[in-house]
């Protein structure tokens, strides 16, 4: 793969996080806070937001590997699944930033 192809990639897939960020803000952030589905599970649970995320985030990597056995056994996996799981882990990893950083009290921080 070239350094283009791979670049192209890159820019693409930031692209498509942002899109899914945006789009899943509506149902799963409250009152302009991005990361409250977490703290409500962590409520109901009796934990971090922090753990509360990524107890949620097991199923998305849970999914990639699935994904990568089945690969590897032979099956076709459609480029848009590889898409949507890959995309989902990479976003519940932004997410877990996020909150790592306002636990922190760095939500400004670089």
Known sequence: MTSEQFTSIFKETVEK???TLGSKAAEYAEE????????RAAELQGC????????M???HTVSVYDL???HEEGARIPAELW???II???????LLR???RETAGDEQGA
């Open 48 to 55: 971090t937001p922090i753990g509360a995320l990524a107890g």
């Open 32 to 39: 302009d806070d991005r990361l409250h589905n977490f703290k």
């Open 98 to 100: 996020a909150a790592v």
């Open 17 to 19: 996080s942002w899109e």
């Open 57 to 59: 985030m097991v199923k």
């Open 88 to 94: 989902d882990s990479i976003n519940y990893l932004i």
């Open 68 to 70: 990568v056995r089945r």
């Open 83 to 85: 898409d949507e799981k």
